[in-house]
């Protein structure tokens, strides 16, 4: 059974803007499924959806299964039992999700006391292996987050995120404000301890050449929807939707910076939630687009062996 089961997950802001509009993904137990797409396309709408993290004025439709329970029906106190415990997430800046008044290593402890899975003394005790696991040493627990770098916060982030022994963690761009260097020997920790723990792992990023080398699955989004999906090495090398291959021209090393707003040989951006283009969102800047694409919005469909398309070219004869 799956771990995780999205669907049709739509979620519109208070200010109207439909940022995710009709998602279906699942995530099998302990696999790793990356979601990629240029800013905007709904990746973090998406990611916190996923904990209910959202501001309150956001409306939220469909389903978030985890273990079979819909994250979306769940009461506040089971919301809080399955944060951190059952699903945690780590969010791109570290500097801004940990409290700098606080030492690090009362931060990791916290949730281990709040969901009392361990006593104060085996809170230390488990601080200091976590620490030690996410490759710091157990002493720097009294360090406060200015006393770290940017690389050593986000190790904190992750050891904060496994405390509870979580089933699922949501990766929100995890390593994008570090340098390229730095960025692999996270995403490298990171792998290696949701697959030796055996945790399901969503890891958003707008860079397809991370999530290739780290999941086994991805969807690339765009414009709020799943526009394609299938094995990683799949979509990177031979992907099936003319967003997908963009993205993965764009992306041929690992955290190239300079193709972070503007993928090369895509131009144009991502269109403005409040005013779609009819047809497939993507047909205004697609090289291929044909004359019926800017009416038609195909659905997601097999284009290969467990690869998922939703483009008329890939997909069926236009009509
Ligand atoms: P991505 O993570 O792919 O960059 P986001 O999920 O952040 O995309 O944003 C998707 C759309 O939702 C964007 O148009 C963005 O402006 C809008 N959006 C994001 N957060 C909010 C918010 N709190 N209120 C209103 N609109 C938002």
Not at 100 to 109: C, L, P, T, W
Not at 153 to 163: G, K, P, S
Not at 261 to 285: E, I, Q, V
Not at 307 to 317: D, F, K, N, P
Request: contains cysteine; hydrophobic residues 45%.
């Amino acid at each position: 059974m799956s771990l995780l089961t999205i669907r049709d997950l739509r979620v519109t802001y208070g200010t109207g803007t439909a940022a995710v509009r009709g998602v279906d993904l699942t995530v099998a137990a302990g696999r790793k499924l990356g979601v990629a797409g240029e800013s905007g396309c709904g990746k973090s709408t998406l990611a916190l959806a996923l904990l209910r993290l959202l501001p309150p004025t956001a409306r939220l439709t469909g389903e978030i299964l985890l273990d079979g329970e819909d994250v979306l029906t769940m009461k506040w106190g089971r919301l809080r039992a399955v944060r951190w415990a059952g699903a945690s997430i780590v969010f791109q800046g570290a500097m801004h999700s940990l409290n700098a008044v606080h030492r690090i290593g009362d931060q990791i402890a916290e949730p281990l006391l709040v969901h009392r899975r361990a006593t104060p003394n085996a809170a230390r005790e488990r601080v200091g292996t976590l620490l030690e696991q996410v490759g710091l040493p157990a002493a720097r627990a009294s360090a406060y987050p200015h006393e770290l770098s940017g690389g050593q916060r986000q190790r904190v982030m992750i050891a904060m995120a496994l405390a509870c022994e979580p089933r699922l963690i949501v990766a929100d761009e995890p390593t994008t404000a570090l340098d390229v260097m730095i960025q692999a020997q996270v995403l490298r920790l990171l792998e290696r301890l949701v697959t030796e723990q055996d945790i399901s792992l969503v890891m958003i990023s707008h860079d397809l050449a991370v999530l290739a080398d780290t999941c086994d699955r991805l969807a690339v989004m765009y414009a709020g929807r799943v526009v394609e999906e299938g094995p990683a090495r799949d979509v990177y090398d031979a992907a099936r939707h003319p967003y997908g291959r963009a993205l993965s021209a764009a992306f041929p090393r690992i955290g190239d910076p300079a193709s972070r707003l503007a993928p090369r040989g895509l131009p144009g951006d991502p269109p403005d939630p409040a005013a779609l283009p009819p047809g497939c969102t993507f047909h205004p800047r697609c090289p291929v687009a044909l004359p019926t694409c800017a009416s038609q919005d195909p659905p997601l469909a097999p284009a290969a062996p467990g690869h998922r398309a939703a483009c008329v070219l890939t997909t069926g004869s236009p009509a």
